[in-house]
């Protein structure tokens, strides 16, 4: 059967056939296979000679084969089908990722004598795919930089156990998000996940807001009101600013985290807590301790698994990522279509230190959003204190001299912020002279502050 | 925790299932026949068309059969969700059957299978009357029933060795168990 198929092909087809990278085989009327070429071979593992004869459904193994069979539709309806994606099977039990494309037979005199398909092995494509998206996002979580892919790579060790995690970093730096993706992540995911700043109320109101009242506790306490740890049972209580609260709470936070056990304001029942833990502060635990504003014992009770989340001035290779990431959001969020940053955006968005981290970076692509509808964001869609100023029409924007104008304006403002507008100090941070600078900052149409700075080093100076 | 021992008799089957953390709910099965001495056993075979299914991630019918003493004494079509790997695994695992006999079965599926303690025969291929036959009569390993490029007739085309994973191949196809 194979050499009358051999025959049927022709030399030249045979050799074109045998050379590409991409599967081919044809069936004819009964769905078995008659040829078979040597990129089908490597794909699928099996060898010409057995897939010959042989059902075309258990050779390929499609996951298309039983319910929508590409080669079916196209014999049946005379429709060709391109690039149709399945996952085959292949001999090691492994799933393939192909896809199919598939076309009519006819012999000679035109009739219709079977079918044939194409498949091209997706696994490097599918791989590279996963090494994109997969690693580099958890939950809402975005970053590829290496400290935040350790935390990625332990995240849902973390999350399968429930141990009480203590998650620390700046403002901005997303603790709430990584609190929800442990969440997401653990067997309590189907349990309500409830956050609490702690922070954000006063002590008392803290107290009954944690732990809940009785009927008659106080003035006002008309009827019974659970509380955060009652509303988080079998889920997870999310304590946001840990580190704020007073040395009284602490103590109560310290007899739940050790016995489980708590009473609501006024209550004399002692309730259980089946609430797993999860604490974060901007402060620096360690040194609130040595001040004595935060008990140590509470310290080693939050901390069984700490995650330290870098602000974003440690992780820049993540900005790219993170403004594609908001600017995919915001576009779906506000139907709009920005594409992207132009390129000096970039740079200045780069360029920038983020005291806000994430949350700032975010405020800034909101704001941009606002006045761009379509297309790029430009520079004069940034905040002013970023260097947002239109200051080249764009006729000149892609000049050389322009860029070289942008980047030393850049690089000037930049020097002046870092010395506190000293003119002085920062010519020589510049490596320039200060008269070269001054005419500088008046060619570029840079502005000053009122204050020169001169003062405020001096007095950084003789402290 | 591992399961404690539970010891039993011939025909008394039982099942142990971890309710809370250390309370085991113990159910028990007695079949009469098998104290008798009869070999009992429940079969799933995964078809389409009259054949073996090809992909059985795929699967969206199964045939239930009750083998008393190599011989069917009952059988029932059952569907399949033929979706995810856990749903389908979810599946089959309330039909209860030890052994599925199937078509092409990716490891990760298997894996979960042989976990939920179902054996599964797999790379099968045949119609479903002669992979029966063949089952009951103890041929079914004979390489006639293999899938093409599942060990057998010149042997396995890509890899190496007669085994893979779990499972082990018998001339024709793997045996995980």
Known sequence: MKKNTDRSLGTGTNAILESISDGVFTVDSNWRITSFNRAAETITGIRRREAIGKPCSEVLRASMCEADCALRHTVKTGKPIINRSAFIIDTEGRRIPISVSTAILKDEKGRVVGGAETFRDLSLVEELRKELKGRFEIGDLVSRSAAMRHIFDILPQIAASDATVLIQGETGTGKELMARAIHSFSTRKTKPFVAVNCGALPDTLLESELFGYVKGAFTGAAKDKPGRFALAESGTLFLDEIGDISPALQIRLLRVLQDKRYEPLGGTETLLADVRIVAATHRDLSAQIRKGTFREDLFYRLNVVKVDLPPLRKRKEDIPLLVDHFIARFNRLQGKAVIGTSSDVMALLMAHDYPGNVRELENILERAFVLCGEGNIERAQLPPELGGRASFSSSEENTIAAQTHAAEAQAIRMALERNGFNRLAAAHALGLHKSTLFRKIKALGIELPAQDGRSHTESTQSR | ?177
């Not at chain 2, 021992?5 to 309710?19: E, Q």
């Open chain 2, 1 to 177: 925790m591992p399961a404690p021992p539970v010891s039993g008799y011939p025909g008394v089957r039982y099942t142990l299932l971890r309710t809370r953390k250390s309370i085991w709910h113990v159910s028990c099965y007695v079949s009469y026949r098998e104290m008798e001495g009869h070999t009992y056993m429940k079969l799933a075979l995964a078809t389409w068309n009259g054949r073996i299914s090809p992909v059985f991630d795929v699967a969206r019918q199964v045939m239930m059969l009750d083998v008393e003493d190599d011989r069917v004494v009952a059988r029932h079509e059952e569907t399949l969700p033929g979706t995810e790997p856990q749903a389908q695994v979810g599946r089959l695992a309330t039909l209860a059957p030890q052994t599925l006999i199937c078509g092409a079965i990716s490891d990760p599926l298997a894996g979960l299978l042989v976990a939920k303690g179902i054996q599964v025969i797999s790379f099968i291929s045949g119609t479903v009357e002669e992979v029966l036959t063949a089952h009951l009569s103890g041929t079914l390993l004979k390489p006639a029933f293999a899938m093409p490029g599942c060990c057998g007739r010149g042997g396995r085309f890509r890899g190496s060795g007669a085994g893979h994973g779990r499972g082990a191949c018998f001339g024709g196809r793997r045996l995980v168990m």
